[in-house]
């Protein structure tokens, strides 16, 4: 008992105690960057990139030809969305690795330096071999600084190659591969009521081969439970015959077990006119009833 009470105290006084400071700082620096990401500050970015969106979209079709500089306007404002996203996603995987890194590679020297001790003092060392074995082994990879800072930068220059390559192409043509057969991505759905209808925003994937159609209700800045509805594809018309609506970019996807088509609306002229040619869209027919 003796001689366990002087090894713990001997610990305490040449092993915790010196680095007991240091621990605390590297858990403040870790605080700071973890503070640094403004989430609410995204969420609201994303509320208001949206709600411009479906501004530009609810304009009425007669008044396409004086939006010359709006549909400017919103490029610039897809792009600037687009930066802002990329910046706020690597600040978290980057503080996420500083996580890893800093914090855990301290931890683990101080425990290789805490196994020399316990080589010298034989009954402490047994008794924190396998804790400390298990440490060693989990975060083998992450205690070799040359080898994880190699990972890091090579994943920072990724993520900016990405960003780069992003911004330089065409939003609308952002997506799955040309070997994808089908087509994702988010689109505006009527529903009409007795009262008041509305636009809701989906995320919706077509898969051609199977004609299976997907929708998942987005709605920015809360809750969702990403409930997906599936539905068999049948057709789908170019126009909307529904005198009500005025929007731009709508067509009509006939849907199985749907009595009445769902009139959708695209975010744009070349992303009406990929989706319409994925769903093999129609013009409509209409039958004129002579006397």
Known sequence: MKASRFCHIYVNLFAFQPVQAFISSELSTLRSEFLDIDAKGYVKESINFTSKVEKFLASKQKESCLLGGSEEQMEKDRKAYMSTSFNYISKVQEAEDHVKFDFIRNMCLFMHTLRGFYRSALLCYDNAQKTIDDASLASQEIINPHKFEQSFNESKDAKANLKNSVLLEPWEKIGPTESYSGREGYLYVY?????????????????????????????????????????????????????TIERRFCFEVYLEGKPLPMVMQAQSAQDFNEWTSVLDGKDPVIIVLLD
């Open 191 to 243: 529903h009409k009521k007795p009262v008041a209808s509305n636009w809701s925003k989906y995320f919706c994937i077509f898969h051609k081969d199977n004609k299976q159609f997907q929708m998942i209700h987005y709605s920015p800045g809360k809750s969702t439970d990403f409930t997906t509805e599936n539905y068999k594809f049948q057709y789908c018309t170019k126009k909307t015959l529904d005198p």
